[in-house]
């Protein structure tokens, strides 16, 4: 119990919640891309998902559970890095371990904010029928108000956020796989290449939708 409350235990916690929430992005990217191939295989994705709404909230306080965890670890070794400046390590960037941490501390507080007005705005529109009566899932996402993927504005803050998220994956899973022991070890260069498909390909494809959707493709 203490191993968990520890410095080490902390890293553990971010590093494993890290990866979970990878994995999610990646689940999420894929019912996105349906947006691709039309509104009627998207609308009814959304239809059988909502039919199995009770295991589909048991996931989503699951997620809430595990993005908390990241966020309160991750800003308690935010503090703890703080109060050890006299004693940094250069991490395999060449970069000292208090800089990574506060370049991390940045695009983690962007990241959040953005989940926040992500939630706020697409999935509370879901949540609520009242505010979509007139429109399908579909037509909810291609709204061209704030805070909807058809609003220019709305679409380049997106994509500045998620670039973020790119980048904090990318310094995050090195930072799991070090935390974890992988990195000395030869299935790191399979790690590695796993964690070029969380850092680099999930956020293009995220990417290549709203510009999909700006372009007028995806309509």
Not at 169 to 194: C, D
Request: hydrophobic share 50%; aromatic share 12%; glycine share 6%.
């Amino acid at each position: 119990m203490k191993l968990l409350f520890s410095s080490i235990g902390k890293k553990i916690q971010v590093a494993l919640s890290g990866l979970f929430l990878s994995i999610f992005l990646f689940f999420h990217l894929m019912n996105n891309l349906v947006l691709i191939i039309g509104p009627e295989e998207f609308n009814n994705m959304v239809y059988f998902l909502e039919s199995i709404k009770p295991i589909i909230r048991v996931m989503e306080v699951g997620l809430v559970i595990i993005i908390l965890l990241h966020v309160v670890n991750a800003i308690q070794l935010t503090f703890l890095n703080k109060k050890s400046k006299g004693r940094e390590y250069q991490s395999l960037d060449g970069k000292s371990s208090s800089t990574n941490s506060r370049t991390m501390a940045i695009s983690g507080t962007i990241i959040l904010s953005f989940i926040i007005i992500h939630l706020s705005y697409m999935w509370w529109t879901y949540q609520n029928p009242s505010l979509h009566i007139d429109e399908s899932y579909y037509d909810v996402i291609l709204r061209s108000e704030i805070g909807y993927l058809n609003h220019l504005p709305t679409a380049i803050f997106y994509i500045i956020s998620i670039i973020l998220i790119g980048s904090h994956l990318r310094h995050g899973f090195q930072s799991a796989l070090k935390t974890l022991g992988f990195l000395n070890k030869g299935i790191s260069v399979v790690l590695h290449s796993i964690g070029f498909l969380f850092w680099a390909i999930i956020p293009l494809g995220f990417i290549l939708i709203i510009i999909l959707i700006q372009i007028g493709y995806i309509r």
